[in-house]
């Protein structure tokens, strides 16, 4: 595949939550291979609606998602069944902000959990690539503790492992580090640059101004359903064209005129 | 109060026997109740309504009846209407068991609805198929957390198992009476049945607090 063939192709999405409220107005998003997408955007602008989308957890209303040339969703109309290639979708992986891990499962069961069933990959083998990438997280000791016995950091930490554990072609983060305390954010933060590093593809959904200028390729500013701004971090971010945009960034760094 | 207490009277054997009995009747319901609860929260949530309804309908009469009139209604009408006797003590356990079902189908079905909605997402996220997702993830998390209630519904049934003495089964409670009318001492007799009963149910209750307060420790 060459560089600039898409990864993503989102093609005039719409989707709404009952008859009155439309959350996806006609969304276009292309994303390249290698390409570390930030959306923000105010509350209800349609961020997370995104995600959910792009991992196959919500019904859209009409639009299409092709992934690595590949069709995977697609939906004619309102009325019409959302197709989802449920092939696609395993190639996929996604972070939640409450961590939702499985309580009943130790951290590496949740790990390996996936792999064994869904892949059919050995145990012994699933363990070994576990424990290998808890190391590298630095929770290694932690590998037969149990979600409640971990800081939210760790919880998020692990969350990230477990998605990593199917290999994925491209990773969403769906507001990680809202739901952690201050202290913790870092570590979290740490370990998603640790995976721009090796040039994973990723959609990151983030409040966190510093984060989305460290991690972002490329910043998507989405408000009322549609995209109002695209751009590198240093335009969208630092010198916006879009006036909502502007208002938005300097709501969001308290800045008064 | 001029009562003179004479517990010398008091025969532990046949009240050791009706124990016996008694958690026998305990013990039977509970496997019913445990097995056959599961099944029926299953069928009470199927989105057929043709199929939920007449579960639910056994359901709702099993909880708004008293359990003594079940049990009585069992014992008479049964045999009449199906033509089948099976000897008082199978029936005291069908009797409880069904009632026990009933209780425990609920809270089973509170449990599983519980398990947040972003448990089944990140199940999806991970590729597992709907089957998948209830085995590894749904039944897991709800079978534990419907663990207390399981408890305390059974060690009702524990209880409530004194009322099949008034249909001839030999339990504790039916021992007792014939102590009490043998000996003349209904207050002593009953005071130690009473006893017996509480030995038996205290420590569950408290087991089941002790679970309720780790599992909130391991919620929060």
Redesign the interface.
């Known amino acids: 595949m060459s560089n600039t063939a898409p990864l993503v192709k989102m093609r005039n999405l719409h989707k709404s939550y009952g008859p009155h409220v439309q959350v996806l107005k006609g969304l276009d998003i292309e994303m390249k291979p290698g390409e570390r997408v930030v959306v923000i955007g105010p509350s209800g602008g349609g961020k997370s609606t995104l995600l959910?989308v792009m991992?196959?957890?919500e019904k859209i209303d009409s639009g299409s998602v092709t992934f690595a040339g590949k069709p995977y969703i697609s939906s004619e109309s309102a009325d019409t069944k959302t197709v989802i290639d449920?092939d696609v979708?395993?190639s996929?992986?996604?972070v939640?902000q409450?961590y939702?891990?499985?309580?009943?499962l130790s951290v590496l069961q949740n790990l390996i959990?996936?792999p064994c069933?869904?892949r059919g990959e050995k145990k012994a083998s699933a363990m070994q690539r576990g424990q290998a990438l808890l190391e590298r997280f630095g929770l290694g000791a932690k590998a037969d503790a149990?979600p409640?016995q971990l800081s939210g950091g760790q919880k998020q930490r692990v969350?990230i492992a477990?998605?990593l554990m199917?290999d994925p072609k491209l990773m969403l983060f769906d507001e990680v580090t809202s739901a952690l305390d201050p202290e913790l954010v870092g570590e979290v933060e740490q370990v998603i640059l640790q995976l721009a590093n090796q040039n994973m593809p990723m959609m990151i959904v983030t409040h966190d101004m510093w984060f989305a200028k460290n991690i972002a390729s490329r910043v998507i500013f989405c408000a009322g359903g549609v995209v109002v701004e695209d751009g590198p971090p240093e335009q969208v971010l630092g010198s916006p064209k879009e006036e909502r945009t502007r208002d938005f960034i300097d709501r969001v760094f308290h800045i008064k005129h | 109060m001029n009562y003179t207490f004479d517990f010398q009277s008091i025969t532990f054997g046949p009240l050791w026997e009706g124990l016996i009995v008694t958690l026998e009747l305990t013990t039977a319901a509970n496997i019913i109740g445990i097995v056959g609860g599961f099944l029926l929260a299953l069928l009470i949530m199927s989105p057929v309504a043709v199929v939920r309804m007449p579960f639910m309908l056994f359901v709702e009469f099993f909880r708004c009846t008293p359990a003594i009139v079940q049990i009585v209604w069992f014992f008479y009408c049964v045999p009449m209407l199906f033509n089948v006797f099976l000897g008082s003590m199978t029936m005291g356990i069908l009797a409880l068991g069904f009632n026990l079902m009933a209780f425990n189908a609920e809270a089973y079905r509170a449990a599983i609805q519980a398990v947040?909605r972003?448990?089944i997402?990140?199940g999806?996220?991970?590729?597992?198929?709907p089957l998948?997702r209830i085995l590894?993830?749904v039944l897991?998390?709800a079978f534990?957390a419907s663990i207390p209630v399981l408890l305390t519904n059974g060690i009702v049934i524990f209880q409530q198992s004194a009322l099949v003495a008034i249909v001839a089964v030999q339990d504790l409670m039916y021992q007792g009476k014939t102590l009490a009318t043998e000996t003349y001492r209904p207050i002593e007799t009953f005071t130690v049945v009473a006893l017996i009963y509480f030995a038996v149910s205290f420590p569950v209750t408290q087991i089941v607090g002790y679970l309720e307060r780790r599992r909130q420790?391991?919620?929060?």
Do not use: C, W
């Not at chain 1, 939702?100 to 009943?104: A, Q, R, S, V, Y």
């Not at chain 2, 999806?124 to 198929?129: E, Q, R, V």
């Open positions: 959910r991992m196959g957890l449920t979708r395993r996929i992986g996604m939640f409450h939702t891990l499985f309580p009943h959990l996936a069933k869904v149990y409640a969350a477990r998605a199917l | 947040p972003e448990q997402d990140a999806i996220a991970l590729g597992l198929n998948q590894y993830i897991p998390t534990r420790l391991l919620m929060s």
